[in-house]
């Protein structure tokens, strides 16, 4: 299993559902980011201008998943920027602790061939785990 | 699961179907809406049907879809006392819903210049992903937007007095506490207001014909006067201010449904008991949100008032730019209904569905108490919308509830698949509708086939007696983000 995702086609009526795989937990949240910039805009035309660190934590994988991806959606709106490269550490103590740098640039219309606004993660089938091969899998829902 | 017919356009699936039902879900719907309707559907409206404290039916609009938690086209009422509020029965999108315009120009008048007017409404309203709006407000203002909305804009100047008798509510959901909503929320919400949004968010120039006219009498009292007359119809919400208010709270609700021992059957359906500190907080973001949602189609109202104004090259109050309403059709409220025999408040969550009281309810404002309220009702790009009245009956079957739109048929993959953007407005533009859209596979996903006819969605509510039909509204342009 490497790092990648899949959009899910027809998997629920109104938005954008995708699987991310990955090789380590970390590989899954890169996946993941790309894959939720990739439903709103070309991230093959996002130049790695601006670096945004971000750091999360939690005790269940799944929440800081959603909690990761939430915060990704934040930063869309809130400093206006998409993001094209993601760059996450994660380890496990007592909680999950992520430490990311993610790269983009402001967005802009007229270049990044915008597509749906993402609004918000759901929990509907959202799945995080571990395969029978040792990789990492999850499915996630978002809401446009 | 069994579904009884009740009447030609209600069916029932009684509690004994799933367990943890602890009322009958009811579904409006014509046979052929109820044959076409998504499982989905069935499945997320007994789902509902289990939540505490639900009173009498756990109901679905004949525009319902699948959605997250709830259906959309979900309506259901809670005791106040025990029942619980879920983020999950009101959408992301908090109050998100429809304001309609109207203006004393016919289609001979617009039709011309209509090009001009969509290129100047494109960029006095901006849409899709990342646009910021023209207003710039601090920390502090954006608090009076969160517990003021729509007095909020009209003291800036971004509207008419007399906006605020014509719209729900009056354009303020009290309650509304800036403390219990998080500084991301702020952070997104604070440049978007006077921005559209994407998905199926939009700006329509639509046309009130004579032969579309249902009630004429109605239809006067509206402010339609037929003849070809323009009207002009807006659709959206809070934008990324209520998507993480939505966000925020669905977190806390997870973990704060093992403390009060709640369990449901879907975690979209995170709830608490409205009562508890989280519920009270969450109904305080909510409210919040509701309120920078009306600011927003307020501040919406003013730009296309400047639009036309600029276009025609005429005073807004001159070409009759009056608001007609504006409704929520993603909110919880707290109404009086009468249970066992006596007056009852209770939390009536629609989420994808209008308020439809009757003439004479006090919450009507008085320009239309003695009619009903107006309901909005938006359909696809293609197909048309209508204006409806709301009924005294709606009061005692739907707890004063009916449809929002037309409903979705098929996922946006589907509908990307089956249409491409740049001949679906070719398509339209053919049929007399210009449309301008940020993204052209966001438009393909907007097709007229994606949806249900709207007039048989509007044609159930209207035989049941629920809400009337007052007139239909054709598009000749739109503005989709």
Redesign the interface.
Known sequence: MTQGYTFLEDRVISDLAFEATGDTPAELFQAAGLALFEGMADTGRIQPRVRKEIRLKHAQIDQLLYDWLSELIYLKDAAGLLFREFSVQLDQNAEWNLIATVRGEPIDPKRHALRADAKAVTYHQFEVGQTETGGWKARVVVDI | MQINKITDYIWEIPPSEKEGMLVPARIYASEKLMKEM?S?VIEQITNVACLPGIQKYALCMPDG????GFP?GGVAAFSLQDGVISPGGIG??INCGMRLIRTDLTAADVKPRLKDLLNVLFNKVPA???A?GFVKIERKEMAEVMTRGVNWCIKKGYGWAQDCDRIEGGGCLPGGDPSQVSS?AV???I??LGTL???NHYIEIQVASNENIYDEKLARALGIFGRDQVVVMVHCGS??FG??I??DY??VF?SAMKKYGITVR???L?CAPFRSPEGQAYYSAMACAANMAFANRQVITHRIREAFSQVFNEDAERLGLETIYDVAHNVAKIETYEINGKPTELLVHRKGSTRSFGPGRTEVPTLYRDWGQPVIVGGSMETGSYLCIGTQKAETETFGSTMHGAG???????ARRMVRGNDLQRRMEEHGILVKA??M??LA?EAGTAYKNISEVVDTMDAVGVSKKVVQLKPIGNIK?
């Not at chain 2, 879809?65 to 997250?68: D, I, Q, R």
């Not at chain 2, 979705?408 to 589907?414: G, I, V």
Request: a positive charge; charged letters at 25%; aromatic letters at 6%.
């Open positions: 998504d989905g879809h699948w959605g997250y959309i992301f999108d899709g992903v990342g910021k991301h952070e997104r919400g440049g978007q949004g994407s998905g934008r990324g998507h993480q939505a966000t669905l977190r997870d879907d975690r979209q995170g979705r048929t098929m996922s946006r993959t589907a940020v993204s596979s966001g996903e983000g």
